[in-house]
């Protein structure tokens, strides 16, 4: 871990699905970036920041609509409180980008913290039972020949869940 990272990938937060784990570090190399523009700490940080924050943001959305995708196609029986976690998530997310935009109380390493403790804490639990969930049809042989389309910027990707 350099000075410029709070968070490392490690292979505990794995939750067994290749697919899903590839963004989650996806989510902590953008934390990390994050961070790296708060210690700048020079004015001209800001815009890099801002477009650090936009990009993170797109991403997490990006994200979540993957989990949600799978989730709904598996017919996950914790599909509504955890997308309800994600929607929390991000509504709190946007009033702290709001607060930045617009010059309010807005503290850049308060907010990095937050995303690091949410992501990790999300993963933890959510994405751990998630995964149990996914690793147990896959054994069961109900996966077998589900896959989903996931948008990714603007090419379509096919995604297998497998
Ligand atoms: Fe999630």
Known sequence: MTDDNIVVWHNSYSIGIPLIDEQHKELIRLTNQLFASCVAGRESS???FME????AVDYIGYH???EEKVMERVNYPDYLSHKKEHTKF?????????DFKSGRSFVPNAFVHFLKNW???HI??????LGEY????KKSGSLQGITLRVKQEANGQR???R
């Open 46 to 48: 800001k815009a890099s």
């Open 52 to 55: 650090t924050i936009r990009g």
């Open 134 to 137: 996914l690793i147990n049809l």
């Open 64 to 66: 979540f609509s993957t």
């Open 119 to 121: 992501v990790l804490a």
């Open 124 to 129: 933890a639990v959510c994405d751990k039972k």
């Open 90 to 98: 991000v509504k709190e997310v946007l009033i702290e980008v709001d």
């Open 159 to 161: 995604l297998v869940i």
